[in-house]
């Protein structure tokens, strides 16, 4: 009779779990991964806000799995990359092939620039999740950055958007550089997006050449990223929130990344970085207000 009750509460909390990522709750989630992906205003910290807003992953049951869900919609910007920018790949494929020079040299920097944050990543995994995943350390990142932002990015683009060099020519060192800022994103809000562009800008790249690097770095990140949590914690997901959601949250993150990078590259032939700066800055203030009236 107990083991009986016991399998039915079981299955009661699976039916439960299965409920909490609504279809509705998982084409957010993927909207807001697409479009705060490869901004400089942080995919990461901007998830954790929401899933708090409509109550996903905020249970020890489901926690785990939301994570992983929130990993695994990455795919679909992943993805976006692969279509708006496959002719660079086929490039840098055929660089690794030896068939060309500067794909090559390209492949080269980013597979170096991958290495310092892919090793720290797993080093302090644990400890990133355990003490940085919250509310309150993605307030401090979105505050420090959008004041990095607002301090360096006219400097670096009052010098005009032609100059700096192309992609072509980075180097090994430029690549160590970039990868040793990117590091600094693997704090929840602060942005993979803002420290690589703005790294890339101070180690000499143009502009063009600084968000292009950083979407092709941002691409082998976030398939070592996804691929790595789906193989740790895949299985949990799909038996906690099925197969339909995640695919859901794929798709809307894939049409949202495609829409927010082909507008960030045409903005920044134009613009700064500074709207992205005062944004970063209003959104922390907005999750200060939803903090204290207990809305997260």
Same mark, same amino acid.
């Given at each position: 009779? !107990?083991?009986?009750?016991?399998?039915?509460?079981?299955?009661?909390?699976?039916?439960? #779990?299965?409920?909490?990522?609504?279809?509705?709750?998982?084409?957010?989630?993927?909207?807001?991964?697409?479009?705060?992906?490869?901004?400089?205003?942080?995919?990461?910290?901007?998830? *954790?806000?929401?899933?708090?807003? *409509?109550?996903?992953?905020?249970?020890?049951?489901?926690?785990?799995?939301?994570?992983?869900?929130?990993? +695994?919609?990455?795919?679909?910007?992943?993805?976006?990359?692969?279509? !708006?920018?496959?002719?660079?790949?086929?490039?840098?494929?055929?660089?690794? @092939?030896?068939?060309?020079?500067?794909?090559?040299?390209? /492949?080269?920097? +980013?597979?170096?620039?991958?290495?310092?944050?892919?090793?720290?990543?797993?080093?302090?995994?644990?400890? *990133?999740?355990?003490?940085?995943?919250?509310?309150?350390?993605?307030?401090?990142?979105?505050?420090?950055?959008?004041?990095?932002?607002?301090?360096?990015?006219?400097?670096?683009?009052?010098?005009?958007?032609?100059?700096?060099?192309?992609?072509?020519?980075?180097?090994?060192?430029?690549? !160590?550089?970039?990868?040793?800022?990117?590091?600094?994103?693997?704090?929840?809000?602060? /942005?993979?997006?803002?420290?690589?562009?703005?790294?890339?800008? @101070?180690?000499?790249? /143009?502009?063009?050449?600084?968000?292009?690097?950083?979407?092709?770095?941002?691409?082998?990140?976030? /398939? #070592?990223?996804?691929?790595?949590?789906? !193989?740790?914690?895949?299985?949990?997901?799909?038996?906690?929130?099925?197969?339909?959601?995640?695919?859901?949250?794929?798709?809307?993150?894939?049409?949202?990344?495609?829409? @927010?990078?082909?507008?960030?590259?045409?903005?920044?032939?134009?613009?700064?970085?500074? *709207?992205?700066?005062?944004?970063?800055?209003?959104?922390?203030?907005?999750?200060?207000?939803?903090?204290?009236?207990?809305?997260?």
């Amino acid at each position: 009779m !107990l083991n009986t009750v016991v399998r039915l509460m079981s299955a009661g909390g699976v039916e439960a #779990a299965r409920g909490e990522l609504t279809i509705a709750k998982a084409a957010l989630l993927g909207i807001v991964e697409g479009i705060t992906e490869y901004l400089p205003i942080s995919s990461t910290g901007h998830l *954790i806000v929401t899933e708090r807003l *409509i109550d996903v992953g905020q249970h020890p049951a489901t926690k785990d799995a939301a994570d992983t869900y929130t990993i +695994t919609i990455q795919a679909g910007a992943i993805l976006a990359v692969l279509v !708006l920018y496959h002719r660079r790949l086929m490039s840098m494929l055929r660089g690794v @092939a030896g068939r060309d020079t500067a794909g090559r040299q390209i /492949s080269v920097a +980013t597979i170096i620039a991958f290495i310092p944050a892919a090793f720290t990543g797993v080093v302090l995994e644990k400890a *990133i999740k355990n003490h940085l995943f919250g509310v309150w350390p993605v307030i401090v990142a979105w505050v420090v950055g959008g004041v990095v932002i607002l301090v360096f990015s006219r400097r670096f683009f009052a010098r005009g958007h032609a100059t700096g060099a192309p992609l072509e020519r980075v180097t090994v060192r430029m690549a !160590l550089v970039i990868g040793a800022a990117q590091c600094i994103a693997l704090w929840p809000g602060t /942005s993979r997006s803002m420290v690589t562009i703005l790294a890339a800008l @101070a180690v000499g790249l /143009s502009v063009g050449a600084a968000v292009e690097f950083s979407f092709l770095l941002g691409l082998l990140t976030l /398939s #070592a990223a996804t691929a790595y949590d789906v !193989l740790k914690h895949g299985k949990e997901m799909f038996d906690t929130f099925g197969v339909v959601a995640p695919v859901v949250g794929f798709i809307f993150a894939f049409v949202a990344a495609v829409i @927010a990078v082909r507008w960030l590259v045409t903005y920044l032939q134009r613009h700064g970085l500074e *709207i992205f700066g005062w944004y970063r800055l209003g959104v922390a203030a907005l999750a200060l207000i939803l903090l204290a009236t207990h809305a997260i």
